[in-house]
């Protein structure tokens, strides 16, 4: 059965009583994914056993100039997947995985990749998937302190770091940067404006405007996410984004100005959210988000935030053959499918 309004109480509470189900699962983040991708179509697989909802499959599909390509999910990696109560209904994944084929034969698609979410430990739920490549990537997480009192906390967070964090932290705390949190409009330009800069400046593909509207829009401030702010003499000079759901927060968008990098204004902002995600909410856990293999100078500066690595797949079935994606373009599947997963360009020898 297809996901339908009716339905949101149970789907909310599978994802409750789900131990893999993560924010990019959540119902208030398909409506994110539906803001930013509107011409895509949403179809989340749901399954049932009694009358309830055991087990799920969130799924978007974009239609483009080689065909419709299905992503569970899409946008810059997001975890996808099954969720499912525990323990797994083997019948209820069995009915998802035929479900979601039939999704995509229906939509005669190109490519179809689902990626496993950081915290699951089952992969041969996806076996039966038969996908003809494989992408791989690290989740690193931090597992925070479980501790209340505020004097304690601090001992306890610096205890998990490396020594190299703890300094550029204790840098940032002497630097004279005020530390603030907020919602405006201001400070959501001026994160993506610095953002923006940053991501340009390594040749890489920024997120726009309107993901961070798209944010404001859909997710309440201070309930479902924080922009922290570090300044100086009135200026924002380093921001950071974060988002909540259930106990863990999620590493979403971090920004400073060149000239303040050294300063370590970020590991500041880190390190507040850290401690009051703790002491405001009991959060147990923080998400940095996937790590490519080769990005090794991101994943050291992560793990040194007292990591825990969660290796995870993206599975994916493309139709074509080698021959025929051989002439297929790049720069027309990026254009095409924006932030969709569609072939993986190093293993089909697609980049420039």
Known sequence: ???????????????????????????????????????????????????????????????G????????????????????????????????????????????????TVVEAA??????????????????????????????????????????????????????????FSVTHDGSMSTLKTLHEIHDNNIRSIGGSPKPLNVFIAISKVFRYDEDYRIYTASKNGRIVSALLVLYFKDMVEYFTPATLEAYRSDQPLSLLIYTAMRDAILERESRHWNWGGTWLSQKGVYQFKSRWGTTDYPYRYHVQVSHTINELSIISKEVLLKGYPYFYTVPFAALDLSE
């Open 1 to 63: 059965m297809r996901y339908t309004p009716d339905l949101a109480s149970q789907y909310e509470q599978l994802l409750a009583e789900s131990p893999i189900g993560m924010f990019n699962h959540s119902l208030r983040y398909r409506e994110f994914l539906k803001e930013i991708l509107p011409d895509a179509e949403d179809h989340y697989l749901c399954a049932f056993n009694n009358n309830e909802m055991v087990a799920a499959l969130p799924v978007f599909v974009k239609k």
């Open 65 to 112: 100039p080689y065909g419709a390509v299905v992503n569970s999910l899409p946008f810059f990696g997001s975890h996808g997947g099954f969720i499912y109560k525990v323990p797994a209904d083997s019948t209820a994944i069995a009915d998802l995985l035929v479900a979601f084929n039939t999704l995509c034969a229906d939509v005669n698609a190109f490519s179809s």
């Open 119 to 176: 915290l699951e430990k089952n992969e041969e739920k996806y076996e039966a998937f038969c996908a003809n490549f494989f992408d791989e990537r690290i989740g690193q997480i931090t597992h925070l302190p479980n501790i209340s009192n505020a004097e304690c906390l601090d001992n306890e967070l610096f205890g998990i770091l490396h020594q190299k964090t703890r300094n550029m932290v204790r840098k940032g705390q002497k630097g004279g």
